[in-house]
Nanobody, 120 residues
Framework: QVQLVESGGGLVQAGGSMGLSCAASGSIFDVNLMGWYRQAPGKQRELVATITRDGSTTNYADSVKDRFTISSDTAKDTVSLQMNSLKPEDTAVYYC?????????????WGQGTQVTVSS
């Protein structure tokens, strides 16, 4: 099993910045992808950003490109999300995510989520 514990989140004004961090523990030796998803009220969960375990490749949702930066620390098994120029539409519960692949089958693991609220 994999445990993901998020920290950060809270209330920030539009245009401000906020950082999220996620610590992974447990059976993480074969995790190959980590990242963040978010879910706003009444909407489906959507990808925010992902990063490969070795940090070599990142992927961002178009809505957050050039504003958010994902990074990882393999020594500490953490993944972080720096969010700048926040907008009210960034308000959502943010979930840490990681993926393991075994025999060609992907399995996802999720954190408990942390609320990010951007006031206008």
């Amino acid at each position: 099993q994999v445990q993901l514990v998020e920290s950060g989140g809270g209330l920030v004004q539009a245009g401000g910045s906020m950082g999220l961090s996620c610590a992974a523990s447990g059976s993480i030796f074969d995790v190959n992808l980590m990242g963040w998803y978010r879910q706003a009220p009444g909407k489906q969960r959507e990808l925010v950003a992902t990063i490969t375990r070795d940090g070599s490749t990142t992927n961002y949702a178009d809505s957050v490109k050039d504003r958010f930066t994902i990074s990882s620390d393999t020594a500490k098994d953490t993944v972080s999300l720096q969010m700048n120029s926040l907008k009210p539409e960034d308000t959502a519960v943010y979930y840490c995510y990681c993926r393991k692949t075994l025999h060609g089958v992907n399995r996802a693991y999720w954190g408990q989520g942390t609320q990010v609220t951007v006031s206008s």
